[in-house]
């Protein structure tokens, strides 16, 4: 069953389908989190807010959009608003280096990109990490963003040219 369908089924009052999309999207949802520098329980917690959202707001989601772009578009608006309240929360990226692990980097290279990734500002961060490491297409992080194509891969090519520099700086 795709996304989509279960979606529309949850939609449609069939909540136990929700399931599906739950296992499907909890661990990549919960290391978006962790990539962004929020803590583990944390993550869990927000993780947990966008499945909630999803049930509160199913009859939002209409036939013809495309759900992992729908899901990540609540997964940031969640980071955002959790930003407000709590970045003072975000922890010292060793204290995340069980994803390196969980994704197979070599811890080291991994904290020295995550580090350079940090030092960009914030829309070269977001674009970079949704389109590497959750990989996500161009057009679905316009639709996340609502902003143009053209534009996320503006974004892209500048933050992979300043992300290269802040690497270099820390080798």
Known sequence: ?????????????????????????????????????????????????????????????????????????????????????????????????ELAEEENYDDEQYLLIQKALKKLPQEYQEVLTMSRYDELKYEEIADILNISVSLVKVRVHRGLKQLKEEYLKLN
């Open 1 to 97: 069953m795709t996304d989509e369908a279960a979606m529309q089924f949850v939609a449609g009052g069939d909540l136990d389908k929700a399931a599906i999309l739950y296992e499907r999207y909890k661990r990549p949802l919960y290391n978006f989190y962790l990539r962004f520098g929020v803590e583990r329980d944390s993550s869990q917690d927000l993780t947990q807010q966008v499945f909630y959202r999803i049930i509160h707001y199913r009859s939002s989601f209409r036939e013809g959009y495309e759900f992992r772009t729908w899901i990540y578009r609540i997964a940031r608006n969640i980071y955002h608003d959790y930003l407000k309240d709590h970045s003072h929360n975000h922890k010292d990226l060793h204290e995340n280096i």
